[in-house]
């Protein structure tokens, strides 16, 4: 993945809160709430990971089979199971490459801690490990929240409410160059509406290639010194590829399309 950066003269970027590192931190943060704690994980045994592996993979085959029930949906057992083996071999690169090495070197059967089961007092020790984590994403949230205010009474409620609207929705469209105007646009798969947000008297400031197309994850819009806004984007791709854009501009607006 590739960034293209262009810095502006004594101004630069404001700040980004909500970094790619600030999303791996969330995710490490909700780590501690999935484990399953078991005396068993306190050694390698293929023949206990075997049996925890069909038992966590039913109950994902159930899950995703009534989920496909109330969403009047076909269910593909076939698939399902694909896509649980996949959710696992991602688990496993994830705990492998986020947990600290004081904590990996003492973890018996990391497929099993990939499945969501640890020792008690592996449990204890990622939960305080995870609790940082948490601290650190909040105290984060915290800041923007007091750092974005008057950007969003600048905005007003109807831009504040559409903008709502990117989160959750793919990228279709992130334009800016011409008229030193920049467009932003969201399709309606997945949330079901599609957003126009319209970026007056724009410079993207960085971005990496190939966003379009990638979920938004969070977005942050800031007041910049001198007047205008800095606009930054939070996106993920496949797997956990995460992508990043930020623009400056004198003015925002958003409407459904």
């Not at 038992?55 to 949906?73: M, N, P, V, W």
């Not at 646009?185 to 970026?199: L, M, R």
Request: charged share 30%.
């Amino acid at each position: 993945m590739t960034t293209r950066a262009i810095r502006l003269d004594n101004e630069g970027i404001i700040m980004r809160y909500f970094t790619k590192q600030w999303y791996i931190d969330s995710l490490i943060a909700e780590m501690c709430f999935q484990l399953r704690k078991t005396e068993k994980a306190g050694e390698f045994s293929d023949k206990f990971f075997e049996k925890l592996y069909v038992i966590e993979e039913k109950a994902y085959l159930r899950f995703s089979k009534r989920s496909s029930k109330l969403g009047h949906l076909p269910f593909d057992e076939k698939a399902v199971r694909a896509e649980f083996e996949s959710n696992y071999k991602e688990n496993l690169e994830f705990v492998k490459a986020n947990l600290p090495n004081d904590i990996l070197s003492d973890v018996k059967d990391i497929r099993v801690l990939a499945l969501g089961s640890a020792t008690h007092e592996i449990a204890m020790r990622i939960t305080r490990f995870c609790g940082k984590k948490n601290r650190l994403c909040e105290s984060a949230e915290r800041k923007y929240n007091d750092a974005s205010e008057e950007a969003d009474e600048k905005l007003g409620g109807f831009v504040t409410k559409m903008l709502f609207e990117l989160v959750g929705a793919p990228i279709s469209l992130l334009s800016g160059c011409g008229d030193g105007n920049a467009t932003l646009t969201t399709s309606h798969e997945k949330t079901g509406t599609a957003i126009k947000v319209s970026f007056e008297n724009a410079q993207i400031v960085e971005c990496d290639e190939s966003i379009i197309g990638t979920t938004v994850l969070k977005y942050e819009i800031l007041t910049r010194e001198g007047g205008g806004y800095e606009f930054s984007i939070l996106s993920i791709g496949e797997g956990l590829d995460l992508y990043t854009a930020t623009l400056v501009c004198d003015s925002i607006d958003a409407e459904e399309i």
